[in-house]
């Protein structure tokens, strides 16, 4: 991938997506904050813009024999819209434990799902063997060069619209948005820090990264679905070994703490992966702030239950 990659990518989405707003958040006044409001992107969520970029560029036998993914439920509502605009059969695979809104949002937009009993890596596992037995195209979730340039398209945003940022602070799932923001921002300033924020119960980049391969998790649980992704990517943990700089777990108590935070103080709803940056800065995880210092949560997605939203704003924290 290079970042002529991502410029084809940005123009391959225009008319697609929405350029969303960075605005300025008087949340913290420990930094410049800043949130990129990925969760008021089409579908909600920040993955129409890799799915699009990759469906789009399939060669006519490709799509011909329809698509396949696997999805916790954003990376699908991306794909569906995309078969959909394009006019592609999609088959989607997600876990059982999906959110009913994602699911639901799935089927509207035309996708034919499969709930697959377990986590994301068993809807994974499925649609492996679904593509095998009927021949349809997989679209990765995030391990593709084509995918992880079409989410960095939010890195060259971040930098056209605030060019002195400091810092950029994502979610990681599998680790596609962060491979293509980081490798987007630090080609353009390789002097920006780019840090990276799971769930305590789903830390899988955050395990390879510290032993220095990837690790696969045995076991998941955590109200960040979005993310809850028991082993990443081989690109992707390569791209984050080169151009990220840190990666740092929150709990789902302090996720929640960020989910209710958003809501009081800008009126934005995020699902609890789009949380996580928020939830890292907010409890004292990010290092080298101060007062001066300009940074940049990615809010990646705003696909929340309304009964989870509700029971999240009685929690104590």
């Known amino acids: 991938m290079t970042i002529a ?32 409001l990925e969760n008021l992107q089409v579908t909600g969520s920040f993955k129409i813009r890799g799915a699009y970029n990759k469906i789009s560029r399939l060669n006519e036998a490709e799509k011909n024999a329809g698509i396949i993914a696997c999805s916790a439920g954003n990376h699908a509502q991306g794909v569906a819209m995309s078969a959909q605009k394009l006019g592609i059969h999609a088959v989607i695979c997600m876990p059982v434990s999906a959110p009913q809104v994602k699911v639901e949002a799935t089927q509207k937009l035309g996708a034919e799902t499969i709930l697959v009993d377990g986590t994301f890596d068993d809807a994974y596992q499925k649609s492996l063997e679904l593509q095998k037995q009927y021949g349809y195209t997989f679209i990765h979730p995030f391990d593709d060069d084509l995918v992880i340039a079409g989410q960095g398209t939010i890195g060259l945003e971040i930098m056209d619209e605030l060019p002195d940022a400091d810092i950029i602070i994502c979610p990681v799932g599998g680790g596609g948005l962060i491979a293509g923001i980081a490798f987007a921002a630090k080609t353009i300033n390789p002097n920006i820090k780019i840090y990276g924020v799971q769930s305590s119960g789903a830390p899988s980049m955050y395990a390879s990264m510290a032993g220095g391969y990837i690790t696969k998790l045995a076991k998941m649980n955590t109200l960040a679905d979005g993310i809850a992704v028991g082993q990443v990517g081989s690109l992707t943990f390569n791209y984050a070994k080169q151009y990220v700089d840190d990666i740092f777990v929150v709990t789902d108590g302090k996720i929640a ?25 907010m409890a004292d995880y990010i290092p080298d702030i101060d007062k001066n210092k300009k940074v940049v949560c990615v809010v990646s997605g705003g696909n929340i239950d309304i009964p989870l939203l509700a029971r999240l704003t009685t929690w104590e924290l």
Do not use: H, W
């Open 5 to 36: 990659d991502i410029y084809d990518a940005k123009k391959c989405l225009q008319g697609i997506i929405r350029e969303t707003p960075l605005i300025k958040s008087t949340i913290s006044d420990k930094c410049n904050l800043f949130l990129k």
């Open 257 to 281: 703490k960020a989910i209710k935070a958003m809501i009081t103080a800008e009126k934005t709803v995020a699902e609890g992966a789009g949380a996580t940056p928020l939830a890292a800065l």
